[in-house]
């Protein structure tokens, strides 16, 4: 009893603690009153190419213009924005995360990113959306303006949907709803606790006839009549099989990987495989049935002790020289902040600069399925952008000045900054 007790009272401390903040969440920004003109910046376009001091311009959330000053030609009535000296890139995307889904990990009921039951393509993550997060902003601060928000756990977890990161609820929030299915894939081992090893999962048999009763039950409910009861589950499969949604496989080992893809080709899908650690041993398979990667390893150790220690830094290059369609991620939801730098640390080990620009930007957005409206600065699409002082892939000079979201001016300001100021003037003053 006084276990309980004690458990009650420091969850009411935690959430006490985290409402009493809940004023460090900035006011969303209205919508785009005036045109504006971005110049002299280093735009990086977010499909491979740079224009070096360029000239930037947006209206009505839509940009109208980009080019640089060679251009001659006057932007009368624009807001002069001066981005001498500074960067300018597309909105960084960040897919496969749970930002807004979770808030304290400890604190069951800040945490809705996963359901109960195994089986669960009609759970919808953008209902549970949470507008109010105290850690999307500091996100946002790092470049990254647009999220997949997915859900997580059982077999078949749901679906994600892209939600812009400044809003007052999930309905202003939403940008592509319920576009994709994910599926978690049955791994082949499990480890054995007791013994400290690997070893074969003795329901993995069962675990494939299982997915593939209810993928040929799903594909059977569409073609029976139109009278028939409605089965939630099996409606919310529907979006597969006609194309308005896509399949996302979760997985990293490179058998699964292929076992996935051929298990969705037998029902006429295209997979997209979210993880993909292994994605280096099968470049010909991944490239031969074109299948995208969206790569979440980059900060990690290698997988196996025969590795080389630097793997996964070089994974991102060794996906690029291959042909792959691929992006980065960084999974769950405050590591979002370190999205940029995944990129950074690519470059390292030997990825073309633009190339991991790109790999935030207008790849995620084509594998997302929103590349004709965002993720690259071009005419025409969304004013989804931002001004960097220095290198937005380098923690040490990312430093954002100004961020649009469809051409609003968004806050900047967020928790660790307010604290930050806080303590900084604490201390000044004695």
């Not at 960067?87 to 304290?104: K, N, S, V």
């Not at 082949?188 to 209810?214: G, H, P």
């Not at 073609?223 to 979760?250: C, R, V, W, Y």
């Not at 076992?259 to 099968?282: P, S």
Request: charged share 20%; proline share 4%.
């Amino acid at each position: 009893m006084k276990l309980m007790q004690f458990i009650w009272v420091s969850a009411f401390i935690v959430l006490t603690h985290y409402l009493s903040f809940s004023q460090s969440v900035p006011v969303p920004a209205p919508v785009q009153a005036q045109p504006i003109l971005i110049t002299n910046a280093t735009a990086h376009l977010g499909n491979g190419q740079v224009i070096e001091n360029s000239y930037v311009a947006f209206e009505q959330g839509k940009i109208t213009f980009v080019g640089n000053m060679a251009a001659g030609r006057g932007f009368p009535g624009h807001l002069i924005i001066d981005g001498t000296g500074k960067h300018l890139y597309p909105g960084f995307i960040a897919p496969d995360t749970e930002l807004g889904l979770q808030e304290i990990s400890a604190v069951r009921a800040t945490a809705d990113a996963d359901e109960i039951g195994t089986l669960n393509p009609n759970i919808r993550s953008i209902i549970a959306y949470n507008t109010d997060s105290e850690v999307t902003p500091t996100v946002r601060s790092m470049g990254v303006l647009l999220a997949e928000v997915t859900p997580s756990g059982g077999r078949i977890s749901g679906q994600s949907s892209i939600v812009h990161l400044d809003a007052w609820n999930w309905e202003d929030a939403a940008y592509a709803t319920d576009f994709a299915i994910h599926l978690n894939w049955p791994n082949a081992t499990r480890w054995n606790w007791q013994e400290s090893r690997t070893e074969k999962n003795a329901e993995y048999a069962n675990q494939l006839r299982e997915l593939d009763d209810f993928f040929q039950q799903a594909l059977a409910y569409g073609q029976s009549p139109a009278t028939k009861a409605k089965n939630l589950k099996l409606e919310a499969m529907q979006g597969l099989f006609d194309g308005t949604k896509k399949l996302f496989i979760h997985t990293n080992a490179a058998p699964a990987m292929q076992e996935g893809v051929l298990f969705a080709e037998r029902f006429q899908l295209k997979a997209t495989i979210i993880g993909g650690y292994d994605a280096w041993l099968v470049t010909d398979f991944l490239r031969e049935h074109n299948v995208p990667v969206v790569f979440t390893s980059t900060h990690q150790l290698p997988s196996r002790e025969d590795e080389d220690i630097d793997q996964p830094f070089k994974t991102p290059t060794i996906l690029h020289k291959a042909g792959i369609k691929w992006c980065f991620a960084h999974g769950g939801f405050w590591q979002q902040r370190n999205l940029p730098f995944q990129a950074g640390q690519a470059v390292g080990y030997g990825l073309p600069y633009e190339e991991a620009v790109r790999a935030l930007t207008g790849s995620t957005a084509d594998i997302l399925g929103i590349s004709k409206t965002v993720g690259t600065i071009e005419v025409g699409k969304d004013a989804t952008l931002f001004i960097s002082e220095g290198d937005a892939l380098d923690m040490r000079s990312c430093k954002l000045t100004r961020a649009f979201i469809q051409g609003r001016d968004i806050d900047l300001n967020n928790k660790q900054e307010m604290l930050y100021r806080r303590y900084q003037a604490k201390y000044k003053s004695r």
